[in-house]
């Protein structure tokens, strides 16, 4: 782990530390207070201020602040495999391709693209005039670097499955890349929604211990200012970003490690933006103190909550036992108990909003006798009567891993730990900080099952979840699932740009996982954000919401953050 710098010390002056809630009042620095004191200058600016505020015109100011259970483990965007890290570095890197709302491609650091020879290359057309955030020229060299720490070895990226299908990038010219594909690729130009990383900063650097990692400069809409360990990261406005400045100064991420903490915390004002509980949103968000503050939404989230089993454990490999496990597992008791009917049962490994999911897969019933049938099948018996199966003198018992801070998934450990000691199988829950769990037991396979969830990205190509070549330390098949008949469908499934024909591959795959059972598909839970209702603009899209976060402002007499 590389050490803070003194810029990340507790001690360190930032203009955050200056930021003053002041309620409805806008304060202003001594500096500030003299020029509008100046005849010439008071009755434009006071005029100018009530004519936006009339007609409700987009204002510079203010701070979002939000909230993350967990602290990012890298803001290198092609190491940032968990959800802390993503989130953040997704504000201060871009791609060459972005998601629209209405889920098409369109470009960000690319202005436009030309496909060609049956999708075998793509000709990137490069913005001119984007900057790094330390001014620095964006160039097509920083793409190609990008590139080659994607396939380099040494690198433990979980997104090299994508990159490995290149066969050249060439570098036309400043503004012009060239990417030829072995063969065809359907994923090929989504991929490069990864963000790029700046050659000139990082060419000589080791990315896995560099200072960059948690110093980074980007593109993106936020530029980088600080990150207080345990405490916060601060990024401020890029006031030179190619789309337009955002309307915020400042982007402000809470690390609280506990959603109780985080709810008092945002009725207290603390902070701004966050996800609620189930229990949250439909017991006590309701008074209208509440209400006239903040805004609830309500969405199916892309993704699904799973009970993940390390297959390299004797244990979980018989596919009857896998299957038990999924009959002993009530999740409509899990629906209702834990997330009060916010969600649907998942059935694979793709939520319902996707074009790859099968409607005709069923989640199995909740049946604890053919549960127990086929554990006695495997060989899972109570022979000495403690009420405790055993086999080879050994008892069924094994711990769940999950994340601190995340409420719904420690009740559903629970759940799950009362049904599977009715059919006779013990079961620990223990409740990990989420570096530690990622980078201490999951990266390293030093689990036996582990609780936790796929945020999915809007192709559904399951590669790097699935294949058995995506096994290794830092990679996403941290389960160890290796099927051939998968791995050729996942082979399949990419190399095909027809669309029915890619959905059929993928329902086949669909039926196969949840036969297997590599894991137990639990739930899809709904996304359930709240945002301080000074906050304009705010739109949710297929998306979800943020999307257009360089569009939101506030008010100029509701501005709570103000330099001072």
Known sequence: MVSLSNHERSDARSPFDRLRVNGNVTRFSSFVLALL????????FLIGLAAAEEIDIPVIGDALVSASIGEPSTLIPILASDSASAEVSGLLFNGLVKYDPDLSLVGDLAERWEIRDGGLEILFFLRKGVRWHDGVPFTASDVQFTYQRLIDPSVPTPYRGDFERIASLEVV??????????????????????????????????????PFKERPVGTGPFIFHRWIRGDRIELKANPDYFEGRPYLNWAVIRIIPDQATIF?????????????????FTRMTQIPRF????????????????LGYNLRDPKFQDKRVRQALNLAINKQEILQGVLYGLGAEATGPFPQESWAYDPGVHPAPYDPGQAKALLAEAGWRDTDGDGILDRDGRPFEFTILTNQGNLARELTAQIIQQQLSRVGIRVKIRILEWAALLHQFIDKHRFEAILLGWGLSRDPDPFDIWHSSKTG?????????????????LLEGRANFDQEKRRAIYWKLHRILYEEQPVCFLYVSDSLPVVHRRFQQVEVSPLGLGYNLIHWYVPVSRQRYQLS
């Open 37 to 44: 004191l100046s005849a010439s200058f008071i009755i434009p």
């Open 173 to 210: 010219d400043d503004t012009t890349v060239r990417v030829r594909y072995k063969e065809p690729f359907a994923p090929a130009l989504s991929s490069w929604g990864m963000g790029i990383l700046p050659k000139h900063l990082l060419e000589n650097q080791n990315l896995t211990n560099t």
């Open 264 to 280: 008092l915390e945002l009725q207290a004002r603390g902070i701004d933006m966050t996800g609620l509980t189930p229990l949250q």
């Open 291 to 306: 209400t006239e503050a903040f805004q609830k939404f309500c969405y199916p989230s892309f993704g699904y909550t799973y």
């Open 473 to 489: 330390e830092g990679e996403f098949n941290f389960i160890g699932y290796s099927n051939p008949e998968v791995d050729r469908l």
